[in-house]
């Protein structure tokens, strides 16, 4: 089992970049596939990007690809979402997962996740 603690949300404007983390503790971070997604209000929960256990391998889906960018460091089990030219529709709570299997298809994380963080909200103003 492994736990999940996202931070790095917060205010900002529209154009800005942001990081978000991921602290991991419990079993062994780099056993993990790490995964980001959003929830907007009033809006149903999305995949914005997975990593593999590596580092090597990325998915994300079309509607971030160029800005979005995630990443990891296994040895301080962590892991990153990168967010460049940040707009007011990216407004969400983001939520980092994890879970024992990568997938190069962005549909394939539409089944879910295993374990889950309670979330960072970015909020984009215009």
């Known amino acids: 089992q492994v736990q999940l603690v996202e931070s790095g949300g917060g205010l900002v404007q529209a154009g800005d970049s942001l990081r978000l983390s991921c602290a991991a503790s419990?079993?062994?971070?780099?056993?993990?596939?790490m995964a980001w997604f959003r929830q907007a209000p009033g809006k149903e929960r999305e995949f914005v990007a997975a990593?593999?256990?590596?580092?090597?391998?990325?998915t994300y889906p079309d509607s971030v690809k160029g800005r979005f960018t995630i990443s990891r460091d296994n040895a301080a089990n962590t892991g990153y979402l990168q967010i460049n030219s940040l707009k007011p529709e990216d407004t969400a709570i983001y939520y980092c997962?994890?879970?024992?299997?990568?997938?190069?298809?962005?549909?394939?994380?539409?089944?879910?996740?295993?374990?889950w963080g309670k979330g960072t909200l970015v909020t984009v103003s215009s």
């Open positions: 997962a994890a879970d024992s299997t990568y997938s190069s298809r962005s549909s394939y994380y539409t089944n879910g996740m295993t374990y």
């Open positions: 419990g079993r062994t971070f780099s056993s993990y596939v």
């Open positions: 990593i593999n256990y590596s580092g090597l391998r990325t």
